[in-house]
């Protein structure tokens, strides 16, 4: 853990109680924490309590479930739901619903890992590059099995080689390459923004009082709530690309 960052009190908690059973996960897998006192970071126990949340909330939502008298949460989730599937259906003409689930899943996820960095005491840990990376690689190994999936392993790479076959000497290192890309891509834009716009929140707070941070608070929320959506967008575009079928 870098020296100036400082703890947050979820990670004192799991430092004080599970220091011992991180460390011999980490020394198991030949990655020796740097303090083993102090082997929990905050990205980490904010994942972890991010995760906790969103199980509780769908474990409530569904023991409310009713088609005659929804709720306020069941409408707000069939609401995103429908969100999410409409722009599933408009990037992949068939078979869309089989994505959603993953596409959804990282919808909220992203989304709730950027907001709750607005709650006094919390931070986001889309604000470690490790986060983001993670679910970039996630996403990146996601379209390429759907694409082998759908399509076979053969007539998936051949994708890669173009459309005619004196250009694929050509067409193969650059689909190599832009593929390679993307999942820096969407590391570098989502801590970026989430890490610009913590900071500036935080700036803010400690000058002034009331209105501009509340300003500020206000952005950060909006930014939170961009960024999952180009997150999920990008996603979207490349399964597109990888399960769809040449004419």
């Known amino acids: 853990m870098p020296e100036h960052e400082v703890d947050l009190w979820t990670t004192k908690l799991f430092n004080q109680f599970l220091a011992g059973p991180l460390d ?30 969103i199980m509780v909330l769908f474990a409530l939502l569904r023991s409310r479930l009713s088609a005659d008298k929804p709720g306020r949460l069941q409408l707000t989730f069939e609401a995103i739901y429908g969100f999410i599937s409409g722009q599933a259906h408009d990037a992949v003409e068939h078979g869309a619903n089989k994505y959603v689930s993953f596409i959804g899943t990282l919808f909220i996820f992203v989304l709730f890992m950027n907001l709750i960095g607005v709650i006094p005491g919390f931070e986001s840990p889309t604000m470690t590059p490790a986060v983001p990376a993670g679910l970039a690689i996630a996403v990146f190994f996601y379209y390429h099995s759907m ?39 969407l590391t570098i834009r989502l801590y970026a923004n989430m890490f610009a716009g913590e900071m500036v929140t935080v700036t803010f707070l400690s000058l002034t009082y009331l209105v501009l941070p509340a300003v500020f608070m206000g952005l950060h929320v909006f930014v939170a709530f961009l960024q999952a959506f180009i997150f999920m967008l990008l996603t979207v575009i490349y399964v597109s690309g990888a399960v769809a079928h040449e004419h």
């Open 24 to 53: 011999s996960l980490l020394n198991a897998i030949g990655r020796p924490p740097e303090n083993p006192a102090r082997p929990w970071e905050n990205w980490i126990t904010m994942e972890i309590l991010v995760v906790v949340i």
């Open 147 to 185: 694409g082998v999936r759908e399509q076979g392993a053969g007539r998936y790479l051949a994708h890669f080689a173009g459309p005619m076959p004196w250009l694929a000497p050509l067409m193969i290192p650059i689909e190599f390459i832009s593929h390679l890309a993307r999942p820096l891509s």
